[in-house]
């Protein structure tokens, strides 16, 4: 019998019955979708994540905290009594392969202006040499971020500017913003007020995301005003920038740096960052592609029990077939190709509405991006981000493949006892 | 003398039902002849439908042989036996037709099962349905046809791959006398006309009447046999 006979008959035998066979390959679309949304979300959130990392945290770069782990904040809190101070970014700039070196004094302060007030961290660091280590994320947008300030300034991110995102703004360029920092005494205990009164000079370009470096969510100020208003020399971070990012060369930075501050330092680079956040989804990808996969599997056992019954119902069928000569291999093909009928069919809806799902999920998901200003430390602000799910060839001719082949490999059983039933004895058959 | 087109020597079939052994067949010598007419007679249970059903390569022997053409069954294997089946015009008295396919469509798969062209197979069926007289029937499903109609595509598609003989189990059975009388009519013409080797299994004399050689079982045995 020719191939395309083969699968007419098929077919036509799908057609018989309409719901059950809509029943066996919305089995497959459900599974199929689950696959290809989990996938083509968590692809589509991992690219955003590494792209606002990227750019949030220059891959030159490196990190040097006296915490462990990641993120410099304020809990940079380990035994030892070591504190990184502004001057060490002289012995950091002697290490072969840095390029320079700046320290962030970073602190969790009032700030207010007009009316309102917000808590925000509030960072010291040297204009210059940050703008040239971030220079894609530490832009002014309107204003000029001044090289070499000496009066009390602020350059704000573009959301402390404008946190409503309504044109109501907090500050802007011009304004005076009131910095109130509260120390507590060190005999008495009680809270004391210092106040900052810093002229914005800047707003920056609007970054996005979250990244190790400049935030939308932060106030800047000139290191060495810092200096002077916190009181210390202190600094949470220094930030590192390497000549080349060279996994060994910043390998060989990072080591020198560990060894110059006998291991009282930790050194994150980017790249390190960058790699544990793949693995990590790598992980999360495969437990849900797996979860996604048992539900392909219960579509399978579906097929199988529903091939089963209709080979039941069609044993004489089958007789009429073999008594009419066909053989026992194309029996067997008709049967497959109603699995391969059912699961391509199932397939390509599936994927369909699987890409459709993610769509939905990621405009519904960057729709709750939560506008307003973020109190979080310098680190990382995941508000805002927008998720755009991709559907990866791999992905998509992988989940057409795996509809397919859970569909056949179900259907093999009972095509092979279709095949193998003999004439008179399926003739026979009530 | 020349090959019969059917012989059988000493053909036994036994089943067993658990414990308790049916002698469906004992020992049946049979010879036909190309351009036979055969007549089948014999009360129930007398083993008619295991012989044809060997006959027809439907079914295996126990014991001695089936050759067609001279060529012996049980030496071919699950692929031979397709072959052969394809060049037997079987009908069966349930008619076996398939349900969702029409007249047409149940003539056209006889045809498409050997590799047979869609063109050319749409042709012959409809030609094939003419001859039988149901040229006003082809695009209807069995569910839509009478019994003497249904039988009737039932023969048409026995036709179909121009097969070296006809085999009927009880064509007439279901339907009344007066489309047997046509049905067995159509038989007769094809027997006289194109030659075709028949043997009909029935319990009407009428019929059997009309056969060249009547064959009598009883109990799996061939008891009697009449040649007119
Ligand atoms: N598959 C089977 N299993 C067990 N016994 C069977 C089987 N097929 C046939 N028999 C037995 O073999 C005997 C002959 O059956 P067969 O169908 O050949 O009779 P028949 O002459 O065609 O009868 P009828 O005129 O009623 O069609 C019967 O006794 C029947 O019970
Ligand atoms: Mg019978």
């Not at chain 1, 070591?82 to 060490?88: A, G, T």
């Not at chain 1, 509260?182 to 009164?197: G, I, Q």
């Not at chain 1, 060994?248 to 330092?265: G, K």
């Not at chain 2, 869609?118 to 209807?140: D, M, S, Y």
Request: with cysteine; aromatic share 6%; net charge neutral.
């Amino acid at each position: 019998m020719k191939a395309s006979d083969v699968f007419s008959y098929a077919f036509s035998a799908i057609r018989l019955r309409k719901l059950r066979a809509g029943l066996t390959i919305l089995g497959v679309v459900i599974g199929i979708a689950a696959i290809v949304a989990l996938l083509s979300i968590s692809q589509g959130l991992q690219n955003s994540i590494s792209e606002q990392l990227q750019t949030g945290f220059a891959t030159d770069t490196l990190i040097v905290s006296t915490g462990g782990g990641f993120g410099p904040g304020e809990m940079a809190s380990t035994g030892s009594d070591f504190k990184l101070s502004v001057n060490h970014t002289q012995i950091i700039d002697e290490i072969e392969n840095v390029d320079m070196s700046v320290a962030v004094i970073q602190k969790s302060c009032y700030v207010e202006s007009g009316e309102r007030e917000f808590r925000l961290t509030v960072a010291g660091v040297d204009f210059a040499k940050y703008a040239d280590i971030y220079s894609g994320t530490f832009i002014a947008k309107s204003g000029k971020i001044p090289l070499n300030p000496e009066n009390e300034i602020v350059v704000v991110g573009k959301r402390i500017s404008d946190p409503w995102k309504n044109g109501t703004l907090f500050c802007d360029v011009d304004y005076t913003i009131k910095i109130i920092w509260t120390t507590y005494n060190a005999s008495t205990l009680k809270p004391e007020n210092k106040t900052y009164m810093g002229n914005v000079v800047a707003v920056l370009e609007e970054i996005g995301g979250f990244g190790l470096g400049p935030s939308d969510s932060s106030v800047y100020i000139p290191i060495s005003q810092a200096q002077t208003f916190f009181e210390t020399n202190e600094c949470n971070t220094i930030i590192v920038k390497v000549e080349n990012d060279d996994e060994t060369t910043i390998e060989s930075v990072s080591e020198a740096i560990e060894v110059a501050f006998s291991d009282q330092v930790s050194v994150i680079s980017s790249t390190a960052v960058l790699n544990t956040i793949s693995s990590v989804f790598a992980t999360i990808e495969f437990f849900l592609a797996g979860i996604a996969g048992i539900s392909l599997l219960v579509a399978g056992v579906g097929i199988m029990n529903i091939m089963i019954v209709s080979l039941m119902e069609r044993t004489r069928e089958i007789g009429i077939l073999k008594a009419l000569g066909m053989k026992s291999r194309t029996v067997l093909s008709i049967f497959l190709s109603e699995a391969v009928i059912v699961g391509l069919i199932g397939a390509a809806f599936g994927v369909a509405s699987g890409w459709v799902l993610a769509n939905v999920v990621a405009v519904v998901f960057s729709g709750g991006g939560l506008p307003g200003v973020g109190r979080g430390n310098h680190a990382a602000t995941a508000g805002g981000m927008v998720i755009t799910p991709v559907l990866t060839p791999t992905v998509f001719l992988g989940a057409l493949a795996f509809g397919l082949i859970v569909s056949v490999v179900f259907a093999l059983y009972p095509a092979w006892r279709a095949s193998k039933l003999k004439p008179v004895e399926a003739l026979r058959y009530e | 003398m020349t090959t019969p087109i059917i012989q059988t020597t000493n053909l036994r079939k036994t089943y067993m039902l658990g414990k308790v052994r049916v002698e469906a067949l004992r020992g049946v010598d049979l010879r036909v002849e190309k351009g036979d007419f055969l007549a089948i007679l014999g009360p129930s249970g007398s083993g008619k439908s295991t012989l044809l059903n060997m006959i027809g390569a439907l079914d295996k022997p126990t014991e001695g042989k089936v050759f067609i053409e001279g060529i012996d069954v049980s030496t071919l294997d699950d692929n031979g036996l397709a072959d052969l089946r394809r060049k037997v015009g079987f009908v069966f008295q349930f008619f076996n037709l398939i349900p969702r396919l029409t007249a047409k469509g149940n003539v056209e798969l006889t045809m498409a099962i050997p590799g047979l062209g869609k063109k050319e197979r749409g042709k012959r069926a409809e030609e094939l349905l003419e001859t039988v007289g149901l040229k006003e029937r082809v695009g209807h499903k069995p569910a839509e046809l009478s019994g003497g109609e249904r039988q009737r595509v039932a023969i048409a598609r026995a036709l179909a791959n121009s097969p070296n003989f006809l085999l009927m189990d009880e064509p007439t059975g279901n339907i009344d006398s007066k489309t047997s009388k046509e049905i067995m009519a159509l038989v007769i013409r094809l027997n006289k006309e194109k030659g075709m080797t028949t043997i009909v299994i029935t319990h009407d004399q009428h019929i059997a009447a009309q056969a060249k050689r009547k064959v009598q079982m009883l109990d799996g045995l061939i008891i009697r046999e009449e040649v007119s």
